[in-house]
């Protein structure tokens, strides 16, 4: 009897040992787990006023000063180009609407010394024979009235006999018979004289034409 219960103290101390070792052993288990999920939560937790998305919005790109210079130099220089274009028309066409306005009113002051010209040339021929100084005064006036046209850009248009009647210069007054087959269609006689001014027609020349 005595002896069994020895054997049974004995089992006793041998189960409370091993019941104190198994828990141990599963202390030291579960702490390392624990250290690790631990570490786990923590490295993924989001800081604060951060979202789980990335940032989708890009970053600003750095202007270069050198580049920004350049661009507003070429603009400054387009404008300056275009400009000084304009300036260059306006000048072009204000210098020929006054060569136009100067030429308008020197044709109207000439036109109206055409009868002048006229009454030179009629005086011309009863003074033909003549050599006294009357004469010679007329010739001089006469020239220099001439060459006052001519200064002027006015010119007579040509209307020999046998030149090409030309209906851009000739007006034709009547026609006559062609003494010669090579007079036919060409001016026979003059009327009155046309003028030219700077190649535009103020009067056009009364002309007789052969036919």
Do not use: W
């Amino acid at each position: 009897m005595r002896q069994t219960s020895c054997q049974h103290s004995a089992i006793g101390k041998i189960l409370v040992i091993f019941a104190a070792h198994k828990s141990e052993l599963m202390e030291n288990h579960t702490q390392p787990e624990q250290e690790l999920e631990k570490h786990d939560e923590l490295n993924t937790e989001i800081p604060k006023g951060q979202s789980e998305e990335p940032s989708e919005t890009p970053a600003k790109e750095e202007i270069d000063p050198l580049k920004k210079l350049q661009d507003e130099l070429a603009e400054a220089k387009d404008k300056y180009v275009r400009l000084y274009a304009e300036f260059d028309n306006f000048r072009r066409r204000s210098a020929k609407e006054k060569l136009e306005l100067v030429q308008s009113a020197n044709e109207q002051l000439l036109k109206a010394l055409l009868p002048v010209a006229d009454d030179f040339e009629r005086a011309e021929k009863s003074f033909k024979d003549r050599t006294d100084k009357e004469a010679e005064g007329f010739v001089l006036i006469q020239n220099k009235f001439k060459k006052t046209l001519d200064l002027y850009g006015l010119k007579s248009i040509d209307t020999s006999v046998g030149s090409a009647f030309d209906t851009d210069l000739h007006e034709a007054i009547t026609q006559v018979p062609a003494p010669e087959e090579k007079l036919k269609g060409k001016i026979m006689d003059t009327v009155e004289k046309g003028y030219l001014l700077h190649d535009k027609v103020i009067r056009f020349a009364k002309v007789v034409v052969g036919s």
